[in-house]
């Protein structure tokens, strides 16, 4: 490593700081935008591998399912083993598959190349986070992690745009070979620039036992909330997987009271802060995931939207996130993320609510846009604080893990949304082709996500304190230059320097 910084030393604006949100950005940038881009290509994929709905529905899932169930495991050995180290294993474990499934020949190599994706996305995603909480000084951290939440959402955003083209004008093949190009970029900047940082303090081997029932029970929920809404798999089936992820999750909690290493160690849930940061992204995630999941498509089948415009059409959304995501970040960091989580959830619920006046027939500027740009808002607002808070309120040492947990909960909370949104707004059977049956469901999943975030407001002024993210006096300051003493605090000043220009009085020692 060229660079000296230390982790925890690092300026957001120094050319260190630079190169780690640029190799953190990037390295999370190509899951990001993978999990957006693919939506486009299914048809190109269908009709070049021959691949039934099912197999391509599984195309998408088998990401999910293995990023899902392995990204608390990544989070913990990112704690364990060095932050970088697994955040360039990730890149590795991401980008070689992407050279399977651009070479696939038949759907099953695609689905399985794309469950190895998400292997490596498991490791990249949290350990992204955690080399920012532990490398960037206390004062910028949560600026940081906003510059990190815009940039990615840009990335996001412009999967379908860079996807559409690449599918167009070469092959669908090349929305995986992209990957070669960056993933080779990511790992030269991190091993140049990024400092390495782990949890010290770990001893003993890796608790394979807490790690194989933490994925086992992650993997089975997952895989009942996603197969849940298509109705073709067996109700017996369904249940049982929610039977056994519950169970090895509560069997994950006891084996990590009793573990000596523990994969995860209970103490981090000690901190009502990072329980509270947790409890607010469920309830702020879940209204999001229902949002993401029916806009694109009531705009599509209700107002008859292309698949490109219906995705430019939250760009508003992408660029106040990557105007304001930012200085939300510092705001929190100032005067505490209370305040803009309990704003931005509210900014999300009323554009939620304005979301409501878009119907068939509506035009873009009069109703989708208004809707957008309140949404978008409050969306900048919440996600950088939130982030922070969580990685805030959980011991230093711990980041890979308290991000691993993060990002879990807000997958799930996604995914929930996604399984039990539809059936309660009455959007069922062939409701998702039908525009007026479409439009009134969706309506109705609207007031539903509106009053999830107001809710998610309404927790955060409750629960969430505004000192979380408090900075100590010396955290982040330059080292006093040696053969300087500092008058320590208790001792008086014997000078008195008036703010009216008259000169310096020294001060009678029983006047001090």
Do not use: K
């Not at 959402?153 to 996807?163: K, Q, Y």
């Not at 309990?342 to 304005?354: C, I, Q, R, W």
């Not at 107001?454 to 300051?477: E, M, N």
Request: include cysteine.
């Amino acid at each position: 490593m060229t660079d000296s910084s230390a982790p925890g030393t690092v300026a957001y604006r120094s050319a260190t700081g630079r190169w780690v949100l640029a190799a953190t950005v990037l390295g999370s940038a190509m899951g990001f935008l993978d999990a957006t881009v693919v939506n486009v290509a299914l048809p190109a994929i269908g009709e070049d591998l021959d691949a039934d709905v099912a197999a391509l529905q599984w195309v998408l899932d088998g990401y999910l399912l293995t990023l899902a169930a392995l990204i608390l495991l990544g989070g913990s050995l990112a704690d364990r083993y060095g932050r970088r180290r697994m955040f360039s294993a990730g890149v590795v474990c991401f980008t070689l598959p992407s050279v399977l499934c651009a070479l696939a020949p038949d759907p099953l190599t695609l689905i399985v190349a794309r469950g190895l994706q998400g292997v490596g996305a498991a490791l990249l995603t949290p350990g992204s986070l955690a080399i920012i909480q532990a490398a960037f000084r206390p004062a910028d951290r949560s600026r940081a992690i906003g510059a990190w939440s815009a940039l990615t959402g840009v990335a996001s955003a412009l999967g379908p745009i860079v996807g559409g083209y690449l599918i167009d004008t070469f092959s669908w093949r090349w929305i995986f070979l992209i990957n070669v190009p960056i993933g080779l970029v990511v790992l030269l900047a991190a091993a140049r620039h990024v400092p390495e940082s782990r949890d010290t303090t770990s001893n003993g081997g890796l608790d394979l036992r807490g790690g194989l029932l933490a994925t086992l029970g992650l993997g089975c929920l997952t895989y009942a909330l996603i197969e849940g809404p298509r109705g073709h798999t067996p109700t017996w089936l369904l249940a049982a997987a929610l039977a056994f992820g519950t169970a090895a999750l509560g069997a994950f909690a006891v084996a990590e009271r009793r573990a000596r290493a523990p994969m995860l160690p209970l103490e981090i849930f000690s901190s009502r802060q990072f329980l509270a940061a947790n409890a607010v992204t469920v309830v702020v995630y879940a209204a999001l995931g229902g949002v993401f999941f029916l806009l694109v498509v009531f705009l599509q089948t209700s107002l008859g939207y292309s698949p490109l415009q219906a995705g430019a059409a939250s760009l508003p959304v992408t660029l106040l996130m990557l105007l304001l995501s930012s200085r939300a970040g510092g705001l929190a960091q100032r005067a505490g993320p209370r305040l803009p989580l309990t704003v931005g959830p509210l900014l999300l619920a009323g554009g939620m609510l304005l979301m409501l006046r878009i119907d068939t027939g509506s035009g873009y500027a009069t109703a989708v846009l208004p809707a957008v740009l309140v949404f978008g808002l409050g969306l900048a607002c919440t996600v950088a604080p939130v982030t922070a808070t969580a990685l805030a309120a959980a011991p230093a040492r711990h980041s890979g893990v308290a991000s691993g947990i993060n990002n879990a909960v807000s997958r799930v909370a996604q995914l929930a949304a996604v399984a039990a949104l539809p059936p309660l707004a009455g959007i069922v059977g062939s409701d998702l082709t039908d525009p007026g049956a479409l439009a009134d469901g969706f309506h109705t999943a609207m007031l539903i996500t509106a009053t999830l975030a107001a809710a998610g407001g309404l927790l955060a002024f409750v629960v969430i304190r505004s000192d979380v993210l408090d900075v100590p006096p010396s955290a982040g300051q330059a080292p006093e230059p040696e053969g300087v003493r500092r008058r320590p605090s208790a001792e008086p000043c014997p000078y008195e320097c008036p703010l009216d220009g008259t000169p310096l009085r020294v001060v009678p020692p029983a006047e001090r």
